[in-house]
């Protein structure tokens, strides 16, 4: 063979392998739909063979052997294309028989379009033993690369797995280091074990029928089990026996991975352990909140009966007494009587408020709904608080527009507003003014009740709604109550929805602002 037949060849594949490679292509349609590939993979690995055929006719020309190029090994170039599309192929799970099936097609491409050219029908021969010792290479690269996988694979598994295998007749014939160090037992005594009786042991109600039938459908079976080591303590797994089969098809040995999750189910187990006892100590304090409502109950019913009603007494006995009903009386006893009759109205205030409190907490007060005029509640509260406001000489300014109706407890609202402006007046001084005011917006409701000089401070602001609580000024004098008024009237703001705010300026007084959810609720 001269050379420029040999350049002819070369130059044949530089011409012509844009025609193979489409004729080929075309061929493989289903082989790419099947296995999702590219046509550009293709493309660049039939690229790779010419590269490979052309290198090696310039190789026996330089060599001058015609036997030169059989030990030829490609450059690097071929061997990035031909790894390319090998690595294509092992990532698609294409087998060492689809790839044959790939390569002579390609080889049949190239044969068929050298026919159609006479001048080169010599060629085909010597194409086609090229062809077949490049096939041969690539089926070594491609076992290597299969082999180097399979052990990648092993490697991770082993590492991160407990992993054996079983044979036909359930026999174990690998096991892994995972496996010896969870099981503690030594590697001679699980070979060859049963592998069903091993796991058999600690979990007597497995179903060894469903595991048969999963695998027999060429199934995986996966499933939580408890399995005890050698020193008899539990341990934990997560078990997939998934079987291996032949070309045909047929199940030759089984592989058994564990995934150890003794430190999650320990953790579930202390977690279960915690919400058990939570759940005694919420019993417990459910058991304690009962008593303590039922304590609370009994001092209610106690309060009502045995301290108010003998107090209503007093008090009725007392107001008869100062009306001259039963006799006349001198003056000095009229001024003991009247200390009397106020202290006991003091103290009937200081256990209705008590009970209102407490019914409050306890979710004990109904509620009702109904429409009712906001100027007509002020007029009331106005004539219950006149005698006081006159004694004062105090101004009452009530700036509330005719006709503002609103739907809640009417008695709550009343109830509400006595105690705001019963505490605005208390701490108003003599010639002093407390102001009502109202601002609507969108479907709220303000309402202002503005007292004035004697202010609140600071400290006390986030205070003034508690229990009890007094406000320590050197200006106030002679104010005494039961301390429970604006408790009380927090309380029923929430209940209601609503809500009370205030706001104080030392030598103007303070503003106590209610605020009415005018949208209906349940």
Known sequence: MNYSVKTNLVDYFN????????????????????????????????????????????????????????????????????????????????????LSFIFFALQKSIINDIKERWDMSSQIDLVIELLDNIYINILKIFNIKFSSLLNEYKNAI?????????????????????????????????????????IMSSNKSLDVEEIGNDIENHGIWTGEL??????????????????????????????????????????????????????????????????????????????????????????????????????????????????????????????????????LESWKVEFTREFFEVNVIFDEIRKQFSENITDKKQNFIVNIPDSLFIKN????????????????????????????????????????????WIWIPENYLDKIFDKFVQVKSSLVRDTWGTWLGLSIVKKYLEKMWWDISVKSEEWFGSTFTVVFDLSEKE
């Open 15 to 98: 011409n012509h392998s844009n025609i193979i490679v489409s004729d080929w292509i075309e061929t493989q349609k289903d082989i790419i739909s099947q296995y999702n590939l590219s046509e550009k993979d293709f493309k660049d690995f039939a690229e790779s063979i010419f590269s490979w055929v052309k290198s090696l006719y310039l190789s026996q020309i330089l060599w001058n052997s015609t036997r030169a190029w059989m030990n030829f090994v490609p450059d690097s170039s071929y061997e990035q294309g031909i790894n390319s599309f090998l690595d294509v192929v092992a990532d698609k799970n294409i087998n060492v028989n689809i």
């Open 158 to 198: 082993d590492s991160s797995s407990i992993v054996c295998k079983v044979n036909l007749e359930n026999k174990i014939t690998y096991i892994n280091d995972k496996f010896i160090n969870i099981s503690w037992y030594a590697k001679e005594e699980l070979l060859n074990k049963d592998y069903i009786e091993f």
């Open 226 to 359: 408890t399995l005890k080591n050698k020193e008899n303590k539990d341990y934990w797994l997560v078990v997939s026996i998934i079987p291996i089969l032949n070309d045909k098809n047929t199940i030759t040995e089984f592989i058994s991975i564990w995934v150890d999750i003794t430190r999650q189910k320990i953790l579930e187990i202390e977690v279960q352990k915690h919400i058990e006892n939570e759940m005694i100590a919420k019993e417990k304090v459910i058991r304690e909140l009962q008593e303590i409502s039922k304590s609370k109950d009994e001092f209610l019913n106690i309060a009502s009966h045995e301290l108010r009603t003998p107090m209503t007494v007093i008090k009725w006995y007392v107001s008869m007494i100062l009306s001259g009903d039963a006799w006349d009386i001198p003056e000095n006893i009229e001024f003991f009587l009247s200390e009397i009759l106020r202290s006991s109205e003091r103290l009937i205030n200081l256990i209705n408020d008590m009970l209102d409190i407490a019914k």
């Open 409 to 452: 407890d009417r008695n709550k609202f009343k109830q509400i507003f006595v105690n705001v402006i019963s505490n605005a007046l208390k701490f108003t001084p003599e010639w002093w003014t407390v102001t009502v005011n109202t601002n609507k917006e969108w479907d709220k409701l303000i309402i202002d009740v503005v007292d004035t």
